[in-house]
């Protein structure tokens, strides 16, 4: 397992066929779109007619959403995907069929009718689409199986409407046909491998349908919002659609006006969506390999500032007019400036990949499977909410005022170059805002990027150890000061650490421990007020379903072997069973350690003095962190069995 890579999921049954579905589906959306824009060119509908349909027509595909998301969450939880899959894939055959008639008779309503249809069957399919995953992947590959989807479905969108906006041009008098033809077939296509997705069992089946849409919504949306940190995700997920809505919308005409593209082609505009879908494709892929083939929500700060950092220097590439207009492609690259905005289009979307394809994976992995199709449904009505407010807020901030009745209503009037200035600055504002509400992201960031520029970190059995959600007690042996780091770095939830508050206070660190909500302890003798109030928080941290580590030595090793444990483990378990609580216990072992600069390996021997620092022995050593099997409720547990089953994990490494 540890060798494989997302791609390995493409060949077998249970992705592939879910994967390819998502994919068609897409495809299959674009080219219905974007074909009708082309027959109103071949019909010789006016450009102001066009211009209607092109606003009329994302909010008719996306009104659905509003309407029954609630209830597609509600059904998507009682109904087994794969019947579910195979439900809505029958749906599109007949609305396709709907939409092809639409074509060949040159019928508008029809083609709009199709539309809001096609928006319904997409409503009932979103909540199918994310909450599958964690039923078919393993904890380990949820980040790349995400990365995998993101991907395909990003350059699915941009193949459809690139072939969406060919067929009946190319088609010539034959245009209608070939889009009725393509949009039938590729519904079918869509069917028939939904019908070879393995069956996935429904996460709530006893669930009562309610089907009064308005109280459901309200109640979905307190049940994503239920989990600080998964909420904050969902809204993450829905900003993200808000700077890919406002960015993508303005392309048409930034490509005309700001590249130098000819009037009335989209050859330029292509060009940059292009290089926008790679890049988001390119970035979701890299965030298995970035994360180590974990949920590491510390690539979202990455995101959220290298997005940030490419949009202003997109401003900067080309704030104004272009020096020549009527540009080809190979024209407009023929300077600096055309590649300086090749990267910077790239880079946005890497780094929205970087950004997003985590938030999905934490929502995924945080949220019970009971729960989360609906919690899908939740997201989705708000990035609709979100879709429209970046539509209207992108016109309304490019026009300089309206009138209503007398009174003259002023406006920013931004140029393009301008609005994508004010998209960089609000987006460094809001990863500011919701890292600041929840610290665990940027936590998880500094712990990431330190433990990353150290060592070469090779977690085993981790998923499968640490219990997905609910209390664990995390148990491990002490090598160095960087011990707590490590294993956040390794564990995919966010850990309580018990730690001497000598080291809880050394500076530099504190900031991180006392965000990552660690809790300082003394001994008895030392300070018993203290240890008191650790054994309290500990108490409560479990009482809450949290995760909370702890080094039963008491110290760091001073020879690299594991001292004895003591019994504060055993007091830890006993006063959670007083409340009536068995918590599992999930030991670990550290290896590769001993030589780390912040051991005591060469110290001097002054007795409880800290380790001297000294250059490291080997440049990004790799450490190991071993997990063994989860100790369930109730079995016996004590502090010399534990300490016997570490020092197996640990074996001979030390």
Same mark, same amino acid.
């Given at each position: 397992?540890?060798?494989?890579?997302?791609?390995?999921?493409?060949?077998?049954?249970?992705?592939?066929?879910?994967?390819?579905?998502?994919?068609?589906?897409?495809?299959?959306?674009?080219?219905?779109?974007?074909? /009708?824009?082309?027959?109103?060119?071949?019909?010789?509908?006016?450009?102001?007619?066009?211009?209607?349909?092109?606003?009329?027509?994302?909010?008719?595909?996306?009104?659905?959403?509003?309407?029954?998301?609630? /209830?597609?969450?509600?059904?998507?939880?009682?109904?087994?995907?794969?019947?579910?899959?195979?439900?809505?894939?029958?749906?599109?055959?007949?609305?396709?069929?709907?939409?092809?008639?639409?074509?060949?008779?040159?019928?508008?309503?029809?083609?709009?009718?199709?539309?809001?249809?096609?928006?319904?069957?997409?409503?009932?399919?979103?909540?199918?689409?994310?909450?599958?995953?964690?039923?078919?992947?393993?904890?380990?590959?949820?980040?790349?199986?995400?990365?995998?989807?993101?991907?395909?479905?990003?350059?699915? /969108?941009?193949?459809?409407?690139?072939?969406?906006?060919?067929?009946?041009?190319?088609?010539?008098?034959?245009?209608?046909?070939?889009?009725?033809?393509?949009?039938?077939?590729?519904?079918?296509?869509?069917?028939?491998?939904?019908?070879?997705?393995?069956?996935?069992?429904?996460?709530?089946?006893?669930?009562?349908?309610?089907?009064?849409? /308005?109280?459901?919504?309200?109640?979905?949306?307190?049940?994503?919002?239920?989990?600080?940190?998964?909420?904050?995700?969902?809204?993450?997920?829905?900003?993200?659609?808000?700077?890919?809505?406002?960015?993508?919308?303005?392309?048409?005409?930034?490509?005309?006006?700001?590249?130098?593209?000819?009037?009335?082609?989209?050859?330029?505009?292509?060009?940059?969506?292009?290089?926008?879908?790679?890049?988001?494709?390119?970035?979701?892929?890299?965030?298995?390999?970035?994360?180590?083939?974990?949920?590491?929500?510390?690539?979202?700060?990455?995101?959220?500032?290298?997005?940030?950092?490419?949009?202003?220097?997109?401003?900067?590439?080309?704030?104004?007019?272009?020096?020549?207009?009527?540009?080809?492609?190979?024209?407009?690259?023929?300077?600096?400036?055309?590649?300086?905005?090749?990267?910077?289009?790239?880079?946005?979307?890497?780094?929205?990949?970087?950004?997003?394809?985590?938030?999905?994976?934490?929502?995924?992995?945080?949220?019970?499977?009971?729960?989360?199709?609906?919690?899908?449904?939740?997201?989705?009505?708000?990035?609709?909410?979100?879709?429209?407010?970046?539509?209207?807020?992108?016109?309304?901030?490019?026009?300089?005022?309206?009138?209503?009745?007398?009174?003259?209503?002023?406006?920013?009037?931004?140029?393009?170059?301008?609005?994508?200035?004010?998209?960089?600055?609000?987006?460094?504002?809001?990863?500011?805002?919701?890292?600041?509400?929840?610290?665990?992201?940027?936590?998880?960031?500094?712990?990431?990027?330190?433990?990353?520029?150290?060592?070469?970190?090779?977690?085993?059995?981790?998923?499968?150890?640490?219990?997905?959600?609910?209390?664990?007690?995390?148990?491990?042996?002490?090598?160095?000061?960087?011990?707590?780091?490590?294993?956040?770095?390794?564990?995919?939830?966010?850990?309580?650490?018990?730690?001497?508050?000598?080291?809880?206070?050394?500076?530099?660190?504190?900031?991180?421990?006392?965000?990552?909500?660690?809790?300082?302890?003394?001994?008895?003798?030392?300070?018993?007020?203290?240890?008191?109030?650790?054994?309290?928080?500990?108490?409560?941290?479990?009482?809450?379903?949290?995760?909370?580590?702890?080094?039963?030595?008491?110290?760091?090793?001073?020879?690299?072997?594991?001292?004895?444990?003591?019994?504060?483990?055993?007091?830890?378990?006993?006063?959670?069973?007083?409340?009536?609580?068995?918590?599992?216990?999930?030991?670990?072992?550290?290896?590769?350690?001993?030589?780390?600069?912040?051991?005591?390996?060469?110290?001097?021997?002054?007795?409880?003095?800290?380790?001297?620092?000294?250059?490291?022995?080997?440049?990004?050593?790799?450490?190991?962190?071993?997990?063994?099997?989860?100790?369930?409720?109730?079995?016996?547990?004590?502090?010399?069995?534990?300490?016997?089953?570490?020092?197996?994990?640990?074996?001979?490494?030390?």
């Amino acid at each position: 397992m540890a060798g494989q890579s997302q791609f390995a999921l493409l060949k077998q049954r249970r992705f592939m066929p879910y994967f390819t579905v998502q994919a068609l589906g897409a495809f299959n959306d674009n080219v219905y779109r974007q074909s /009708i824009i082309a027959l109103l060119i071949v019909m010789g509908v006016s450009l102001s007619e066009r211009t209607l349909y092109t606003n009329l027509a994302p909010a008719i595909f996306i009104l659905p959403y509003f309407l029954f998301s609630a /209830i597609a969450g509600q059904i998507a939880e009682k109904v087994e995907k794969h019947t579910l899959i195979v439900i809505t894939t029958t749906m599109e055959i007949v609305i396709m069929s709907i939409a092809a008639a639409g074509f060949l008779l040159g019928n508008m309503p029809v083609l709009l009718l199709a539309l809001f249809l096609t928006g319904t069957q997409s409503t009932l399919f979103g909540p199918v689409k994310y909450s599958i995953l964690p039923s078919v992947l393993r904890p380990e590959e949820l980040t790349g199986g995400n990365g995998l989807v993101e991907m395909g479905t990003s350059i699915a /969108i941009l193949a459809g409407m690139i072939y969406g906006g060919l067929v009946i041009k190319l088609a010539g008098s034959h245009g209608p046909e070939a889009a009725a033809v393509s949009v039938v077939v590729l519904a079918v296509a869509g069917n028939l491998v939904a019908r070879l997705i393995p069956k996935v069992d429904a996460g709530a089946p006893a669930l009562k349908v309610n089907w009064n849409p /308005i109280p459901e919504s309200r109640s979905i949306m307190r049940l994503a919002k239920r989990q600080l940190a998964v909420r904050n995700a969902i809204l993450g997920v829905s900003w993200f659609w808000f700077v890919g809505t406002v960015l993508t919308a303005q392309l048409p005409t930034y490509a005309e006006l700001h590249l130098g593209g000819v009037a009335n082609d989209t050859t330029l505009y292509i060009f940059a969506l292009a290089l926008f879908s790679v890049g988001v494709g390119a970035g979701s892929l890299l965030c298995e390999k970035l994360s180590g083939r974990s949920v590491e929500i510390g690539l979202v700060p990455v995101g959220a500032f290298g997005i940030t950092a490419f949009l202003l220097d997109l401003y900067f590439a080309r704030p104004g007019a272009p020096p020549e207009t009527g540009l080809t492609i190979a024209q407009f690259l023929g300077d600096w400036a055309g590649w300086r905005i090749v990267i910077d289009l790239t880079g946005i979307g890497m780094f929205t990949g970087f950004f997003v394809v985590p938030l999905f994976a934490l929502i995924q992995s945080r949220t019970p499977k009971s729960e989360l199709s609906r919690v899908i449904a939740g997201l989705n009505i708000q990035n609709s909410l979100f879709i429209v407010t970046a539509a209207v807020l992108g016109v309304l901030l490019q026009m300089d005022g309206f009138n209503v009745g007398s009174v003259r209503i002023p406006l920013p009037g931004l140029g393009i170059p301008q609005l994508f200035l004010a998209l960089a600055i609000a987006n460094g504002l809001v990863a500011l805002w919701i890292f600041t509400i929840v610290p665990e992201f940027l936590m998880r960031f500094a712990s990431m990027l330190l433990v990353r520029v150290l060592y070469r970190l090779r977690p085993r059995d981790i998923e499968s150890s640490v219990p997905a959600d609910g209390a664990a007690l995390i148990v491990c042996n002490h090598v160095s000061y960087m011990d707590a780091l490590i294993l956040s770095a390794a564990i995919p939830r966010p850990v309580r650490f018990v730690m001497y508050h000598r080291i809880y206070n050394v500076p530099g660190m504190h900031w991180i421990f006392r965000h990552a909500k660690a809790i300082p302890i003394a001994g008895a003798k030392e300070d018993p007020e203290l240890m008191q109030r650790a054994f309290d928080a500990v108490d409560a941290a479990l009482a809450e379903g949290e995760l909370v580590g702890i080094f039963p030595e008491g110290k760091l090793t001073r020879d690299g072997e594991i001292a004895a444990f003591k019994s504060g483990v055993e007091h830890i378990l006993a006063r959670a069973a007083e409340r009536g609580q068995r918590v599992p216990v999930v030991p670990m072992a550290l290896r590769g350690m001993w030589a780390s600069m912040w051991s005591h390996r060469s110290a001097s021997s002054g007795g409880g003095r800290m380790a001297r620092m000294r250059v490291p022995r080997r440049v990004r050593a790799r450490i190991d962190v071993v997990a063994g099997p989860r100790i369930e409720d109730g079995a016996p547990v004590d502090a010399g069995m534990l300490e016997s089953q570490v020092r197996a994990l640990r074996g001979d490494a030390a």
